[in-house]
């Protein structure tokens, strides 16, 4: 069976896309699937310190399209988890040292003998973007319920119908329940309504993804994190399971809304 | 925000993230669509030039907006005609 390939991506940066693809990538190799992860923010490498795989590199995806290195060779593989492997970006290079046929042939290379090939997306909608986006089979969108990264999805949205790599999946990330109750954050239903795709994951705010990746550890390895519980749960969609939502959204009645707006602030 | 604030945005139901959700969509009809405000505008009144020249329109009340279900985008025009310019009346 040849492997799926993944692109993470979000017109907005900082909105969590290398660690949404770092804990999916956790998630779904937890499950035994062989899982590659390819860092496409060539110049802004990121990737390899949230895994915590950054001293580990010695050629990345320039070497490999240029010829330096073979596809396995750069290959970093997670110790952690039976079959995780990392093809870092370039760190001293732009992204115009790589092509969309590029990725397209490394992508194709890759599929013989992975499962899911995942695609972290640099930040806008130029190259870079385009790059992550040319071999996708999937795509998945990340936002964040605020103004600025929701208007920005929407583009991307936008951009991926025209691609023909439609509809993107969205994923809600950083969602903050007691916010959203209170009136002061759009709720996964009001994003769902202006965005109009399918909805594959919503991760709550956590202060344990800051701590995981100071630790280069995704929160996925930890069964108790809640945020990595929502990545696995975004996994085990990837894989085709019915996996209901978590409850962050229970509607609030009367009393927790007066509650709320007599609540310490 | 202070308690007051709050008292005023859950009374009237104006809560920030309403607000936020109202913008966004006005701001992405024309994001999607590629069509400004002004284009709207100059729409509206080629559009009245037009039916003019056949029929007699109510000119202040003609709508011409953007409207959207999902992501499908529609152009819809509101042109109510002047009384007195049905068949009847004329003949």
Known sequence: MAGKVITITSGKGGVGKTTTTANIAVALAQTGAKVVCIDADIGLRNLDVVMGLENRIVYDIVDIVEGRARVRQAMIKDKRLPEMYLIPAAQTRDKAAVSPADMIKLAEELRQDMDYILVDSPAGIERGFRNAVAPADQVLIVTNPEVSAVRDADRIVGLIEAEGKGPGHLIINRVKMEMVKRGDMLSQEDVLDILAIPLIGVVPEDEGILVSSNRGAPAALDDKNRAGQAYRDIARRLLGQDVPFMALEEKSGFLQRLGALFGAR | ?91
Request: aromatic fraction near 4%; charged fraction near 30%; hydrophobic fraction near 40%.
């Open chain 2, 1 to 91: 925000m202070t308690w007051w604030e709050r008292l005023i945005g859950w009374t009237s139901g104006t809560s920030s993230a309403a607000s936020a959700k109202e913008r966004l969509q006005l701001v992405l009809i024309h994001d999607r669509t590629d069509v400004t405000p002004a284009t709207i505008e100059l729409i509206k009144d080629e559009i009245i030039a037009v039916i003019q020249k056949h029929v007699a329109i109510d000119a202040g009340q003609v709508e011409v907006a953007l409207t959207q279900d999902k992501r499908e985008n529609r152009l819809v025009a509101n042109i109510p005609l002047l009384e007195g310019t049905s068949r009847r009346r004329r003949r």
